[in-house]
């Protein structure tokens, strides 16, 4: 069946680096853009990264830009998100997702604080 699966969330202190990944199934993987969201406690969902289907084409909001990098690899069925220098703000659940959109996953939890 069709699955996402994040992993890789944790405590971290600003200014701290974290990588996600999100395994993917049940969909033809290498055909599809993919997303990453984040949703903070008592906020709405967050489009944090977007990568096109092929890798060549990536997007990010103001908020993230320049310190998040989402990358794929289709071999792996495997979107990735790197993010440094990370702020008290990036607190959240993050979740990756395909466009279009499927059945949320479990996502991540991702604290950053000292």
């Known amino acids: 069946q069709v699955q996402l699966v994040e992993s890789g969330g944790g405590s971290v202190q600003p200014g701290g680096s974290l990588r996600l990944s999100c395994v993917a199934s049940g969909f033809t993987f290498n055909i599809r853009d993919m997303r990453w969201y984040r949703q903070a406690p008592g906020k709405g969902r967050e489009l944090v990264a977007h990568?096109?289907?092929?890798?060549?084409?990536?997007n990010y909001p103001d908020s993230v830009k320049g310190r998040f990098i989402i990358s794929r690899d289709d071999a792996k069925n495997t979107v990735y998100l790197q993010m440094n220098s990370l702020k008290p703000e990036d607190t959240a659940m993050y979740y990756c997702n395909r466009v279009p959109l499927l059945n949320w996953g479990q996502g991540t939890q991702v604290t950053v604080s000292s």
């Open positions: 990568i096109s289907w092929n890798g060549v084409s990536t």
